[in-house]
């Protein structure tokens, strides 16, 4: 299995981007699918997660601003940024969970996104 993040980049304050995550598979195999994030320095965080039947859990930082969606028939979960600030730079990994127990979990290499002016 394989995942693939794209769509980051350097982006203003107040911009907005959308990173999509590719999977090599049908992503309905997978329990959940989401995003992290890493900031230079820190732990790995969670963005926000989706699972099969829709229900979506985000992080405080990030409601209202970003949202995740997966769309089944591109086998693709996307993550829309709008207002994005200074702080939410980072690399974004987009992660998937699989199995009885949720216990394998496949990760993505990350893409960048750079919020400055």
């Known amino acids: 299995v394989q995942l693939m993040e794209s769509g980051g980049g350097l982006v203003q304050p107040g911009g907005s981007l959308e990173l999509s995550c590719a999977a090599s598979?049908?992503?309905?195999?997978?329990?959940?699918m989401g995003w992290y994030r890493q900031a230079s320095g820190k732990q790995r965080e969670l963005v926000a997660t989706?699972?099969?039947?829709?229900?979506?859990i985000s992080s405080n930082s990030v409601k209202g601003r970003f949202t995740i969606t997966r769309d089944n028939a591109k086998n693709t979960v996307f993550l829309q940024l709008s207002n994005l600030q200074a702080e939410d730079t980072a690399t974004y990994y987009c992660?998937?969970?699989?199995?009885?127990?949720?216990?394998?979990?496949?990760w993505g290499p990350g893409t960048q996104v750079t919020v400055s002016s």
């Open positions: 598979e049908e992503i309905f195999s997978f329990n959940v």
């Open positions: 992660h998937a969970r699989a199995g009885y127990f949720n216990d394998i979990e496949y």
């Open positions: 989706i699972n099969n039947g829709g229900k979506i």
